[in-house]
């Protein structure tokens, strides 16, 4: 017998990262794949709204939800394979991101250093594609098994079949992440035996050089890692932020070229398909936006990209502050930002 347990009118706002207020109507805490299908199954959920949590740190939250949230929180963690070419190791997803990148290393299985200390957990990481520091989750990823929650039935989804992008991936391009069709369960990472460093980012090697690191291991690329994030992202314990508050936008390599003429220092980064990849961060602080406040809510002082709660703000505070940037942005340089995070419930 599984013991489910169904919270009501439960509390959202200490389980979002932008510590934005707001009420579910139900709650239920799903610790094991029995509870997932008990819950499923259950004729007096049926019908009812749902919304899938992780750790709440890509999350606009707009209001009060009148369904039922599952709260993924599957834990678990292990080597589940080993091929000619790599090791597999699986977790829950109710795993912390942070907590299991560091069981990795110490297990002496590198390949997801560079993803060090991003918030949530290891359930949300595929669902937006997580990246940092020249890496992204789709390049250490072999499925993940996630329940179905209108069949009722456990669906196996390879690398292609999650159909990755810059922060995207099937669950955000078929509005999964938001009808909560798929609770995921477990995600299993292909971490290849012949490892190499992946320096090419310039913070990562300038933080290794000052460290006087020449030959780095794995645990000294996560420290670095590390020590970069904490220096110029807001711990959200201590500043409720949600990460990069927009995506680097991509656009045309001709745009691209009239900017660069027009701003010579703007970053741009060139991408496989020809298209570049502009610095959000760059292009809000040039709008005036760096450390500027709007209400409750600002852009922070020391990375534009990320947008902070100062205290007591909303799930509309955060919007008007997005609409307000973006619409500066766009009037400056032509380019239009879309947000990172998720506005739930939408509008
Ligand atoms: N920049 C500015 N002003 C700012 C912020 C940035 O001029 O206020 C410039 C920087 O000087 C640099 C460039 O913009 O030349 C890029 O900045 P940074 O290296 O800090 O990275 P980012 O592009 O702002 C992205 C990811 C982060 C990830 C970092 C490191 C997105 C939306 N953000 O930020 O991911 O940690 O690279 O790889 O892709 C997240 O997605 O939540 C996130 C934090």
């Known amino acids: 017998m599984t013991t489910l347990r169904i919270e009501t009118d439960a509390d959202l706002g200490r389980r979002n990262t932008l510590a934005l207020p707001a009420r579910a109507a139900q709650l239920a805490t799903i610790r094991s794949l029995d509870e997932a299908r008990a819950l499923v199954a259950d004729p007096r959920r049926r019908g009812l709204p749902r919304f899938v949590l992780g750790g709440g740190s890509n999350l606009v939250l707009c209001g009060d939800f009148a369904g039922l949230v ?3 929180a599957l834990s678990g963690r292990a080597r589940t394979g080993e091929d000619a070419e790599a090791f597999y190791v699986t977790a829950g997803a109710g795993e912390n991101w942070h907590d299991f990148v560091q069981w990795t290393l110490a297990a002496g299985h590198p390949g997801l250093e560079n993803l060090a200390l991003i918030p949530g957990t290891v359930g949300a990481a595929p669902i937006q594609n997580i990246g940092a520091y020249g890496l992204e989750v789709c390049e250490r990823f072999a499925h993940l098994d996630a329940l ?10 390879d690398a292609a079949a999650c159909r990755f992008g810059y922060r995207d991936s099937v669950f955000k391009q078929e509005g999964w992440h938001l009808s909560g069709r798929y609770l995921i369960v477990a995600v299993t990472f292909r971490l290849p035996k012949a490892w190499a460093p992946l320096t090419r980012y310039a913070d990562v090697a300038a933080e290794l050089d000052a ?14 890692v590390t020590a970069i994030r904490r220096r110029k992202l807001p711990d959200p314990a201590a500043i409720p932020n949600a990460g990069s508050f927009f995506q680097n936008p991509v656009v045309a390599a001709e745009q691209a070229a009239r900017l660069q003429a027009a ?26 936006w760096k450390g500027r406040n709007r209400g409750p809510v600002g852009m922070f ?7 902070v709660n100062r205290g007591g703000a909303r799930g509309a505070d955060v919007r008007a502050l997005a609409d307000a940037v973006r619409a500066d942005v766009q009037a400056r340089f032509g380019v ?3 947000p990172e995070p998720i506005y739930f419930p939408a509008t």
């Open 336 to 338: 239009a930002l879309a």
């Open 211 to 224: 460290a006087g690191v020449a030959r780095p291991t794995a645990v000294d690329i996560a420290a670095a």
């Open 263 to 288: 701003y010579p220092a703007l970053p741009t980064y060139a991408q496989a398909d020809g298209r570049v990849k502009l610095a959000a961060g760059w292009l809000i602080e040039q709008a005036g």
């Open 148 to 157: 179905d929650l209108d069949a009722g039935e456990l669906r196996r989804f």
């Open 70 to 72: 599952l709260q993924a």
């Open 301 to 307: 002082e020391k990375q534009a990209l990320i947008l």
